[in-house]
């Protein structure tokens, strides 16, 4: 079992920067595809970026596609999500996800496909 922290949540201006960090731990987290979800109050968690254990990177929201990146460094454990020109509605919670993978997995970053949770961290975009 992998056990997920985030951190990199914060307070930031309209226009401005974040990276957010997912750090696995537990059995053999290089067997895992890992991916970044939000939610808005009010609204249902969306997927934003998932990366499969063979490297594939998937955006399934336009909203974010250009200003977001996901990365990992596997000799840190960990998934980065770097968050430029933030936006308002890119306010949330945060969550990365995880879920047990063959090296051919595919992934379309829907919430369901992932079984481990981290307990995300708050995004906040405001002036």
């Known amino acids: 079992q992998v056990q997920l922290v985030e951190s990199g949540g914060d307070l930031v201006q309209p226009g401005g920067s974040l990276r957010l960090s997912c750090a696995a731990s537990?059995?053999?987290?290089?067997?895992?595809?890992v991916g970044w979800f939000r939610q808005a109050p009010g609204k249902e968690r969306e997927g934003v970026a998932c990366?499969?254990?063979?490297?594939?990177?998937?955006y399934p929201a336009d909203s974010v596609k250009g200003r977001f990146t996901l990365s990992r460094d596997k000799s840190k454990k960990t998934v980065y999500l770097q968050m430029s020109d933030l936006k308002p509605e890119d306010t949330g919670v945060y969550y990365c996800?995880?879920?047990?993978?063959?090296?051919?997995?595919?992934?379309?970053?829907?919430?369901?496909?992932?079984?481990?949770w981290g307990q995300g961290t708050q995004v906040t975009v405001s002036s």
């Open positions: 996800a995880a879920r047990g993978e063959i090296l051919t997995a595919l992934t379309t970053c829907a919430s369901h496909e992932y079984n481990t």
């Open positions: 537990g059995v053999r987290p290089d067997y895992y595809g």
């Open positions: 990366i499969t254990r063979a490297g594939g990177i998937t």
